[in-house]
């Protein structure tokens, strides 16, 4: 459920979480997560981002399906993101269509403020809302391939909560700032893999979730 209320001349986004039904859960096979582990861009490497998918899936009635985050990794053993999500089509839990396919996903997708939604069907401060929380952890190219280089683009692979390091975000809104303001996956770095640096810069520590099956 989607509200805006009025205060003065500002309009402020209110997030109302309403509990889907079943069977809108059941269908679901994308989402943006609605809160991150709470320790920055530390999600516990790729099996703890996956496990927070997964739990906050079976939270809202989706724990049926197998659910994957969407971020790569890099070094030995590295994964692109694009590899970890299965095939497609994907939808939200209203039933929107995001992308039917990899390619449709990465390249002329239905990823919106208004169509990505997180688990429970609510919207995420983006843009011109205090806060701002659009930054979106990835890792990745606008391919959906690991960030390549010698600088940390996954703040470790997603196992530190530093000041330092770095990881690739995007920007679920589709606009901002960085080298690729409109992309959904691979706008800019952040500054620092902290929870406090996250949201300085305009994140929470969020991250996509896609059911494989």
């Known amino acids: 459920m989607r509200t805006i209320k009025m205060l003065g001349a500002v309009a402020l986004l ?12 059941a269908d679901m096979t994308f989402f943006l997560t609605s809160e991150g582990p709470g320790d ?47 095939q497609g089509p994907w939808q939200n839990i209203a039933g929107d269509v995001v992308a039917t396919s990899l390619d449709t996903l990465h390249y002329e997708n239905n990823l919106t403020k208004e169509t990505v939604l997180n688990e429970q069907g609510g919207m995420t401060p983006g843009r011109g809302d205090d806060p701002n929380q659009h930054d979106i952890l990835t890792g990745s190219y606008l391919d959906g391939t690991a960030v390549s280089g010698s600088d940390d683009t996954t703040c470790r692979n997603w196992t530190s909560n530093a000041a330092d390091g770095s990881g690739m975000v995007g920007h679920f809104d589709r606009t901002g700032g960085g080298p690729n303001p409109n992309s959904w996956n691979s706008a800019h770095g952040s500054r620092g893999c902290g929870q406090a640096n996250l949201q300085a810069t305009g994140g929470n520590g969020y991250f996509y979730c896609f059911a494989i099956d």
Do not use: F, K, M
Request: proline share 2%; net charge neutral.
């Open 14 to 25: 209110a997030l109302v979480s309403v509990s889907p039904s079943e069977g809108q859960a």
């Open 40 to 86: 920055g861009a530390n999600l516990g490497g790729l099996a703890g981002a996956d496990a927070h998918c997964q739990s906050l899936a079976a939270a809202v009635g989706a724990g049926s399906r197998t659910w994957r985050a969407y971020l790569s990794t890099t070094g030995t053993g590295g994964e692109n993101a694009r590899d970890r999500i299965g």
